[in-house]
């Protein structure tokens, strides 16, 4: 366990089993229902997102695109790499806190299609009008899972000489896992 610092990356691991930084991730998670998907393509080519999202009891994040968007495209051809961050963009410059996840996507099972949908129509608190059929065969769109495999929080900003630099907490991914979230 380490505190943060230039040699780890300022990335404090000190923190990442405390249940009141597992909950700020997680209401996070809660609290915002856009987060910045971040893919790259084969050849390196960064690409960056907004989209809707939902969330069911694993953590495990949902969203629905076209399969020609270049997120997906990327998702499709870099092994479903992905990173995600979510945050409150409406507040004061330095006091931004945010949750950060990187992972793998895929597109869901056509099995799992219904079930996902009423998370989306949940977290949209509206009727979507559409039918499962809507992310199958021929349909330009599909539902895509993202399941986290680490997992990390806004820190502490520490002062180093007349600068500020920002820290990260490394949350334990089985703690964050094993937290069951409100739905």
Sequence with gaps: ??????????????DSEKP????KAQNLIINNIYCTLSTC???GEPWASPVFFAYDEHWYIYWSSAIVSQH?????????????????????????????????????????I???MKLLEKRA?????????????????RIYQFQPQQVWLTGNRLA???????TKIKISLSSF???????
Excluded: C
């Design 1 to 14: 366990m380490q505190v943060a610092s230039a040699t780890n990356g300022w990335i404090n691991t000190i």
């Design 20 to 23: 009141e930084i597992i909950a």
């Design 41 to 43: 393509s084969p050849a």
């Design 72 to 112: 997906s495209q990327n998702i499709y051809h870099n092994s479903g790499r992905v990173a995600i961050a979510i945050f409150n963009s409406s507040v004061a410059q330095g006091s931004a806190e945010g949750v950060y996840l990187s992972g793998a996507a895929a597109e869901i099972n056509a099995d799992d």
């Design 160 to 166: 180093v000489g007349n600068q500020l630099v920002d």
């Design 114 to 116: 219904e079930k996902t």
């Design 177 to 183: 896992l094993n937290s069951k979230p409100h739905l």
């Design 125 to 141: 608190n509206k009727q979507l009008n559409r039918t499962v059929a809507d992310y199958l065969h021929d349909s330009p769109r």
